[in-house]
């Protein structure tokens, strides 16, 4: 049998992980890379796209408003 990797390790991985996600959601460059349009996420909106990209990796069975409702909540802006 495989050992698990230690629980430090796990978070490490877990940590570095979000990190990682959350440099790229605010990276312009990233986004200008894999805009299918040049118009696509340019405007100042609440569901801009690091919140949309959030909320696609929820991957919730709750009907839309709901699970933005709690998204926003979890925020703290409560919007």
């Known amino acids: ?21 959350r440099h790229l ?3 312009d460059e990233f986004k200008n890379k894999y805009r299918t349009e040049p ?4 405007r100042l909106s609440k569901l801009g796209f690091a919140i949309v990209i959030l909320v696609i990796l929820q991957k ?10 709690e ?3 979890k925020l703290g802006n409560g919007e």
């Open 71 to 73: 998204f926003f909540k």
């Open 1 to 21: 049998m495989m050992e698990k990797p230690a629980l430090g390790v796990e978070n490490d991985k877990a940590t570095e992980s979000i990190s990682i996600i």
């Open 60 to 69: 919730s069975v709750k009907p839309y408003q709901l699970m933005l409702s």
């Open 39 to 42: 118009r696509f996420f340019t």
């Open 25 to 27: 959601l605010n990276d």
